[in-house]
C-alpha cells in the first residue's frame, strides 16, 4: 500500500531527476570497490540559485559562470523565465540572464515550476521592488526539518511588505513601497540573511541586520551585490550594514566552488578506502570540516586546482563533532561523514544543532548492519563548544561494522548521497531508489561515479 508522503517523495525525485536528464531513478550499486580518479565540483548550489535571483534586483544583464547542471538551478531559471527574465546559455557553463521585461507570472505557473524548492521565497524582496507584489507557493525542500519561513517574512514585515497567507501560498505586496529597517535575526539562518541582503539593498534608507550569517556562499554573494551597485558593510560580530541604492546593474561573476560536494567525495574517498582528487575544492571553504577529516583518519592534500582525499593506512579513528553555522562544521557535512564513522573502532557522536530531523538517513544505515542509535532530544557533554540547542538531536555510532548491501529509498539530498557512499562501501549489492534527489545538488553524480570506477548498473 502507498501512502501520499511516500508518494509525494518519488514524485518530487522524478521530477528532480528529469530537470536534468535522468531517465531513471534508480542504481544498482556493486559495493567494496574503492574510488579512485578525478573528478570536478563547479558553482556552489547554495550560491548560484541565489545569484540567479540576485538578477531580478538589476536593470542590466547578468552573467554568471560555473553555473552547475543541477536540478534547482534548472528550477530557478524556470521561475525566473515565468517573470519575464530571458536566459540564454553561454559556453562553459556560463548563463547570461536579462531581467529588462520583468512580468507578474500566474500563481499555478509557480506553483508548478517551484515543486519541492524553497528557493522560491528569495523571489519576494527582487519581486516587491521590480513589481510592487509577490506571490510565494507552499514550499517544499527535504524532509530534514521544519524549517520555519517566519524569519524571512518577518524581515519582509519589517521591510514595509504586507503579508497575506492564502490557501496555496503567500501573498505579499508594498504599498508604500520598502523602506530599510533594524532586524535581528534570532538564529543565524542563512536564509533570512539572502533574504535580507536581497531586499535591503533597494530599499529605501539603510538597513542594519544583526545576527546574521555569515557562510563563504553569503559573502559571494555580497560580492555580486556589490558588482550590481549595491552598497554592503560587513562589520564583526555577524552584523551587516546595507545602505540602500535608487537601481542597480548587472554583474560578471563566477560562482564559488561547492564546498559541500567537495566533502562529500571526501567522505566517499575516506569510506571506501579510495583515493580522489577534487577539481576546483578550496581549502579557505574547507578548513573546519580538513581538521576533522584528518582527526578521523583521512589525509588530504592541497593543490592550486583542487584538493586531493585519500585514507591513511589504519583503523580510522572515532571523534566527536557537533555541527554549527559557519565557521563551525556544517550540517550537511555530517551525513556523509557518518558512514565512514561506521567502519571507525569506538564510539563517535554527532551532535546535530542546525536541524531537528537530520538523522532520518540513518535507518538505512542500520539496515545495511551499522549501529547507529538516534537520540531525538540530543545529549549533554560536558565538553561540549556549540550552545545547547532547543530542537537538537544526537546520533551515537558504534564500530566499526560492515555494512551490506540493501534496498535503498533516497529522503533527502545530503541523506540520498549518504546513501550511495553506502552501498559504494559495503559487500554486495545494493538498489537505491529515489535518486532523482541526489541531483537536486550533485551535479552529473552518475558519471563521476563513472570517472571514479564505481561497480554499478544506470539503465539510463
Known amino acids: 500500500m502507498s501512502d501520499k508522503k511516500t508518494d509525494g517523495l518519488a514524485l518530487d525525485a522524478k521530477k528532480a531527476g528529469e530537470?536534468?536528464?535522468?531517465?531513471?531513478?534508480?542504481?544498482?550499486?556493486?559495493?567494496?570497490?574503492?574510488?579512485?580518479?578525478?573528478i570536478e565540483v563547479r558553482g556552489a548550489k547554495n550560491l548560484a540559485t541565489k545569484a540567479m535571483v540576485a538578477a531580478l534586483l538589476g536593470h542590466k544583464q547578468s552573467v554568471l559562470r560555473d553555473v552547475p547542471n543541477i536540478s534547482d538551478v534548472r528550477v530557478v531559471a524556470g521561475l525566473?523565465?515565468?517573470?519575464?527574465?530571458?536566459?540564454?546559455?553561454?559556453?562553459?557553463?556560463?548563463?547570461?540572464?536579462?531581467?529588462?521585461?520583468?512580468?507578474?507570472?500566474?500563481?499555478?505557473?509557480?506553483?508548478?515550476?517551484?515543486?519541492?524548492?524553497?528557493?522560491?521565497?528569495?523571489?519576494?524582496?527582487?519581486?516587491?521592488?521590480?513589481?510592487?507584489?509577490?506571490?510565494?507557493?507552499?514550499?517544499?525542500?527535504?524532509?530534514i526539518g521544519d524549517r520555519p519561513i517566519d524569519f524571512h517574512l518577518d524581515a519582509?514585515?519589517?521591510?514595509?511588505?504586507?503579508?497575506?497567507?492564502?490557501?496555496?501560498?503567500?501573498?505579499?505586496?508594498?504599498?508604500?513601497?520598502?523602506?530599510?529597517?533594524?532586524?535581528?535575526?534570532?538564529?543565524?539562518?542563512?536564509?533570512?540573511?539572502?533574504?535580507?541582503?536581497?531586499?535591503?539593498v533597494l530599499a529605501e534608507?539603510?538597513?542594519?541586520?544583526?545576527?546574521?550569517?555569515?557562510?563563504?556562499?553569503?559573502?559571494d554573494l555580497i560580492c555580486i551585490l556589490q558588482k550590481m551597485g549595491a552598497i554592503i558593510n560587513v562589520e564583526p560580530n555577524r552584523v551587516i550594514f546595507i545602505e540602500g541604492v535608487k537601481e542597480l546593474g548587472g554583474y560578471d561573476h563566477r560562482a564559488i566552488a561547492d564546498r559541500n560536494e567537495a566533502a562529500s567525495w571526501a567522505s566517499a574517498a575516506l569510506a571506501t578506502n579510495g583515493d580522489i582528487f577534487v577539481g576546483g575544492a578550496r581549502q579557505e571553504e574547507l578548513m573546519t570540516f580538513?581538521?576533522?577529516?584528518?582527526?578521523?583518519?583521512?589525509?588530504?592534500?592541497?593543490h592550486d586546482d583542487g584538493i586531493r582525499f585519500w585514507r591513511k593506512e589504519g583503523d580510522l579513528n572515532p571523534v566527536t563533532i557537533e555541527t554549527?553555522?559557519?565557521?563551525?562544521?556544517?550540517?550537511?557535512?555530517?551525513?556523509?561523514?557518518?558512514?565512514?564513522?561506521?567502519?571507525?573502532?569506538?564510539?563517535?557522536?554527532?551532535?546535530?544543532?542546525?536541524?531537528?530531523?537530520?538523522?532520518?538517513?540513518?535507518?538505512?544505515?542500520?539496515?545495511?548492519?551499522?549501529?547507529?542509535?538516534?537520540?531525538?532530544?540530543?545529549?549533554?557533554?560536558?565538553?561540549?563548544?556549540?550552545?545547547?540547542?532547543?530542537?537538537?538531536?544526537?546520533?551515537?555510532?558504534?564500530?566499526?561494522t560492515p555494512l551490506h548491501g540493501a534496498d535503498i529509498e533516497v529522503p533527502d539530498l545530503r541523506g540520498g548521497f549518504s546513501h550511495l557512499i553506502a552501498a559504494l562501501t559495503a559487500s554486495g549489492q545494493s538498489k537505491v531508489s529515489n535518486i532523482g534527489i541526489i541531483a537536486r545538488g550533485y551535479e552529473?553524480?552518475?558519471?563521476?561515479?563513472?570517472?571514479?570506477?564505481a561497480d554499478f548498473i544506470y539503465e539510463g
Open 156 to 200: 519582509l514585515r519589517k521591510f514595509g511588505a504586507v503579508v497575506d497567507k492564502q490557501s496555496g501560498g503567500i501573498s505579499l505586496t508594498a504599498p508604500n513601497g520598502l523602506r530599510g529597517a533594524n532586524i535581528e535575526l534570532p538564529y543565524p539562518s542563512v536564509g533570512a540573511t539572502e533574504q535580507v541582503l536581497l531586499t535591503g
Open 444 to 453: 552529473n553524480f552518475i558519471d563521476k561515479l563513472r570517472k571514479l570506477g
Open 324 to 400: 554549527d553555522v559557519h565557521p563551525g562544521f556544517m550540517t550537511d557535512w555530517q551525513q556523509p561523514l557518518v558512514v565512514a564513522l561506521t567502519q571507525a573502532p569506538g564510539v563517535s557522536t554527532i551532535h546535530e544543532t542546525v536541524y531537528e530531523n537530520r538523522f532520518g538517513f540513518t535507518d538505512a544505515l542500520n539496515q545495511m548492519g551499522a549501529d547507529i542509535v538516534v537520540h531525538k532530544s540530543g545529549l549533554e557533554d560536558e565538553r561540549r563548544r556549540v550552545k545547547r540547542r532547543e530542537f537538537e538531536q544526537a546520533a551515537v555510532i558504534t564500530g566499526p
Open 290 to 302: 580538513l581538521n576533522v577529516y584528518r582527526k578521523v583518519g583521512g589525509e588530504f592534500e592541497v
Open 19 to 38: 530537470r536534468v536528464g535522468l531517465t531513471s531513478d534508480e542504481i544498482i550499486i556493486n559495493g567494496g570497490k574503492p574510488l579512485r580518479g578525478r
Open 80 to 143: 525566473l523565465a515565468l517573470h519575464g527574465v530571458l536566459i540564454t546559455r553561454g559556453e562553459n557553463d556560463e548563463w547570461i540572464l536579462d531581467p529588462s521585461n520583468v512580468e507578474k507570472a500566474h500563481k499555478a505557473d509557480i506553483d508548478a515550476h517551484a515543486g519541492s524548492s524553497r528557493i522560491p521565497i528569495l523571489f519576494c524582496g527582487p519581486l516587491l521592488h521590480r513589481l510592487g507584489e509577490a506571490f510565494i507557493p507552499d514550499l517544499g525542500g527535504c524532509r
Open 205 to 219: 534608507g539603510h538597513t542594519e541586520l544583526r545576527n546574521a550569517a555569515i557562510e563563504p556562499e553569503i559573502i
